[in-house]
Antibody, heavy 118, light 106 residues
């Protein structure tokens, strides 16, 4: 069974870069899903898609984050990465990685809380 | 940009039926998914491609999508169904979520 685990700093200073990793077990990121995604959820608010990665090389991003975000994969370590530059308090929230089927998102990782604060 | 609208909250009595709606322009032309997010947990897919249930999701969950409205119906609602529910679709290669519906079972 596919399992996803996010990891990274829980606290990031304003204007710095948020960097998270998603370790995938139970399957290869090169072949076990149609795509991989990062999503987030501000405290007490709804879900927001950050971006998706296809065939571990082609990324598609939320237009509202396009200028600040990058998603990549390390196939040798079977993990995904998320980088979000120039963060502000509005970037505080739970960050999830997930796998994707044809047009659905499943499974999701347990999420990791990132707080942007000085 | 494309938007989908859900009622912010709904309540239902145990054993009753509840329908959560998701509205968007010509939403029936898109495939809609639904996610359940219990308090403190990550989202779980409960419906995909409008009306297909993933393995492990009870049969009392059903879905539909036509015109401008998609719906998730829960029959014989149980206390464990209390959660936030989100609809999701794709638009021009991007993932769109509805604002979420908080379902209270009381």
């Amino acid at each position: 069974q596919l399992r996803l685990q996010e990891s990274g700093p829980g606290l990031v200073k304003p204007s710095e870069t948020l960097s998270l990793t998603c370790s995938v077990s139970g399957g290869s990121i090169s072949s076990s899903k149609n795509f991989w995604a990062w999503l987030r959820q501000p405290p007490g608010k709804g879900l927001e898609w950050i971006g998706s990665l296809y065939n571990t090389v082609r990324a598609n991003y939320n237009p509202s984050l396009l200028s600040r975000v990058s998603i990549s994969a390390d196939t040798s370590k079977n993990r995904l990465s998320l980088k979000l530059r120039s963060v502000t308090a509005a970037d505080t929230g739970d960050y999830f990685c997930a796998g994707g089927g044809t047009n659905w998102i499943d499974p999701w990782g347990q999420g990791t809380l990132v707080t942007v604060s000085s | 940009s494309y938007e989908m609208t859900q009622p912010p909250s709904l309540s239902v009595s145990p054993g009753q039926t509840v329908t959560i709606t998701c509205s968007g322009e010509k939403l029936g032309n898109k495939h809609v998914c639904w996610y359940q997010q219990r308090s403190g947990q990550s989202p779980v897919l409960v419906m995909y491609q409008d009306k297909k249930r993933p393995s492990g999701i009870p049969e009392r969950f059903s879905g539909s999508n036509s015109g401008n409205t998609a719906a998730l119906t829960i029959n014989e609602t149980q206390a464990m169904d209390e959660a936030d529910y989100y609809c999701q679709a794709w638009d021009s290669g991007t993932v769109i979520f509805g604002g979420g519906t908080k379902l209270t079972v009381l």
